[in-house]
């Protein structure tokens, strides 16, 4: 029995939202993925569900030294960025990652289509 090896669906590099730089080609048109680092360890087909054809941009509110929003508020405000998704763990600390990417929308004065997809510790979605 043979089965299909897992593609990686990861469209740039860096994926940190710490290392990434405001403005780069690759994000002409695109749709972000504002990722909380243990969601890729906690649901289990993350790549092929929420990677594919998005920009991944990852990071942990509770880990990192610091705020996103102002950097996220440039990269949004200063690219052509078709939607947004924010996946987060169903944890508190989680909050702010939801808050600063809700806060750099807020901010970009742009009117984009987002969600947030919230992941259960054992890697259900929840609604």
């Not at 994926?15 to 990722?35: E, H, N, R, S, V």
């Not at 990677?51 to 949004?76: A, H, N, Q, R, V």
Request: overall charge neutral; some cysteine.
């Amino acid at each position: 029995m043979t089965s299909a090896r897992p593609v990686s669906r990861l469209n740039q590099w860096p994926c940190q939202i710490k290392l990434l730089p405001t403005q780069a080609p690759f994000y002409d048109g695109a749709k972000l993925l504002i990722a909380a680092d243990c969601t890729a360890y906690a649901y289990a087909n993350v790549h092929e569900d929420f990677m594919k054809g998005k920009i991944t941009m990852s990071g942990c509110p509770k880990l990192d030294e610091g705020d996103y929003s102002e950097k996220l508020t440039e990269i949004i405000s200063n690219n052509d960025i078709k939607s947004v998704t924010i996946l987060r763990m169903e944890v508190p600390c989680c909050g702010g990652l939801q808050r600063a990417a809700e806060t750099a929308l807020k901010n970009s004065g742009k009117f984009l289509s987002w969600q947030v997809i919230t992941i259960s510790r054992d890697g259900r979605i929840l609604e």
